[in-house]
């Protein structure tokens, strides 16, 4: 009823950059939270980037100054502007939403497939 799409992975060189999109399609009443995590090869999980829908944004503090998150409440998207890429943020990026599809439903967790990042020369 709800799926959570993204677009914008890719091969860029170091230095470069690029912008993902994640949007949420569907039953979509309203999101709260919306984030970005990523995962390396061996290594866990962790959050990029995170927007609570109000005046609050968390930076990892390895993106700090680098990353920029950003949503249109109007179409259910989030995005997440990356520069001055480096080989270390190579990844799978997720995107995370907290969707409530009702009114007076309670906010649920979405994820996205996975969009894969790869920075090299």
């Known amino acids: 009823q709800v799926q959570v799409v993204e677009s914008g992975g890719g091969l860029v060189q170091p230095g470069g950059s690029l912008r993902l999109s994640c949007a949420a399609s569907g039953r979509v009443f309203s999101i709260s939270i919306m984030a970005w995590y990523r995962q390396a090869p061996g290594k866990e999980r962790e959050l990029v980037a995170l927007s609570n829908g109000g005046s609050m944004e968390t930076y990892a503090d390895s993106v700090k100054g680098r990353f920029t998150i950003s949503r249109d409440n109007t179409k259910n998207t989030v995005y997440l502007q990356m520069n001055s890429l480096k080989p270390e943020d190579t990844a799978v990026y997720y995107c995370?939403?907290?969707?409530?599809?009702?009114?007076?439903?309670?906010?649920?967790?979405?994820w996205g497939q996975g969009t894969q990042v790869t920075v090299s020369s």
């Open positions: 995370y939403e907290a969707i409530k599809s009702f009114r007076y439903d309670s906010f649920n967790n979405y």
